[in-house]
């Protein structure tokens, strides 16, 4: 009699069934996996607009005002190389009171490095460092920098290409190059348009002057006005129910209407006098990204949402509560000028926002922003008439800090 032996193991048809079993399990646990991880980037997110008010709080505490959004070295000259041209944003003002006391010093001693190459804003040129070749790039750094350095769109200038972790927010995985020093959160100007990409203090026949004084009693109607101080006290609608900073997505070069503007829209006939002046222009298959052949945006790829915390430009690090959040940006001229430009953010249905008084939210896409459509301005009479409370419904109200809204609604805190 022959002996029957017995083998120990699967026969491959088990074995495709376990390993079927496997897969079905791992593609039922992913999902909930990614929503852990984003849940965690969230919080991040979170806490780290709250540690940026903070900053915000105790610049306040310490000089009795709100860190100037547009602040910084100017001459009459206008000179991009030697003055910040009054462009440097409130992120730059609190850097000593967010842990980065190296870069503040660095920015306000005489730096040495690169000469100035390419500037960002500039069409033709675009950024610069490429163009000195290897072996520019090789010596030894020669070129002085005066303190407060210079135009914020300026390459060269190593301490503006420092990314800052505090001003990154995990769920956005924009990085490098076009951009430089990204950032994810920004100052709330009101909810107005007309005037805000300049401010108070104006550039005209070669020289600065305050003649954007009457301009901003008109328009500047956020916590944050352009190159005019502003302080808590200011805000006599309640620092609970006014908005101070909030989330921004930056720009992946896709077309996101969150993050690249349709720019030359037009003022009196344009955005001024429509809000939804580009929603027409979105790619009806894909509402979130522009319509690429029937929109113009910017030809400069430096041009980009959050492309550069140290830059008051509207684009850069500024945002009004016009249209509801993940919205897009419209512009009446071009990228460096201002329109409706919005709140935004890579979280699913809203954006993270911080109040006044601390408190830091997160406000969802459908946020009433109200029925009518056109915005404050200057001489405006009815609907655009300065004074009155906010078009845009309650986002329009928690935008501004002194138009004695009546906000009844209890925040998402």
Not at 110 to 116: K, N
Not at 266 to 288: E, I, S, T
Not at 321 to 332: A, D, Q, V
């Amino acid at each position: 009699m022959k002996r029957c032996h017995q083998h120990n193991g699967f026969t491959l048809l088990e074995l495709l069934v376990v390993v079927g079993i496997i897969g079905v399990l791992v593609s039922l646990l992913l999902p909930a996996v990614q929503a852990a991880r984003e849940a965690a980037r969230r919080m991040s997110c979170s806490n780290n607009l709250r540690q940026v008010t903070l900053g915000v709080s105790q610049y306040h505490a310490a000089f009795d005002l709100l860190p100037p959004h547009g602040t910084g070295t100017f001459n009459h000259a206008n000179d991009p190389n030697t003055t910040n041209q009054f462009r440097l944003s409130f992120l730059v003002s609190i850097t000593p009171f967010v842990g980065q006391v190296a870069t503040w010093e660095t920015i306000t001693g005489e730096y040495v490095g690169m000469p100035p190459g390419g500037d960002a804003l500039d069409e033709n040129t675009g950024l610069g460092m490429m163009d000195y070749g290897m072996d520019m790039l090789e010596d030894e750094p020669q070129h002085p920098y005066p303190s407060m350095g210079p135009s914020p769109s300026l390459e060269s200038y190593s301490p503006w290409l420092v990314e800052i972790p505090l001003y990154r927010c995990p769920s956005d995985p924009g990085i490098g190059s076009p951009g430089f020093g990204r950032t994810n959160y920004a100052a709330c100007i009101g909810d107005a348009i007309e005037g805000l990409d300049q401010g108070m203090w104006r550039y005209e026949a070669n020289k600065w002057v305050p003649s954007g004084e009457t301009q901003m009693q008109a328009t500047g109607r956020g916590a944050f006005v352009p190159r005019m101080i502003t302080r808590l006290e200011d805000i006599h609608d309640g620092l609970s129910n006014t908005i101070l900073l909030g989330e921004i997505c930056t720009d992946l070069g896709d077309s996101d209407t969150r993050t690249v503007p349709s720019i030359n829209n037009g003022w009196q006939n344009g955005v001024l006098a429509d809000a939804n002046f580009c929603k027409r222009q979105a790619d009806v298959n894909r509402p979130r990204f522009w319509n690429t052949g029937g929109v113009t945006t910017p030809t400069n790829a430096a041009q980009g949402r959050g492309f550069r915390w140290a830059d008051s430009m509207p684009l850069m690090t500024s945002f009004n509560t016009i249209l509801p959040p993940n919205s897009g940006l419209c512009f009446g001229g071009d990228s460096t000028t201002v329109g409706t430009v919005t709140a935004s953010s890579r979280h699913q249905g809203g954006t993270h926002l911080s109040l006044a008084d601390g408190a830091v939210v997160f406000m969802t896409d459908s946020i009433d922003n109200g029925y009518e459509s056109a915005t404050i301005v200057l001489g405006g009479e009815g609907l655009q008439a300065p004074g009155k409370p906010s078009n845009f419904g309650l986002w329009g109200s928690l935008g501004t800090r002194d138009q004695q809204e009546i906000v009844d609604e209890q925040l998402n805190l």
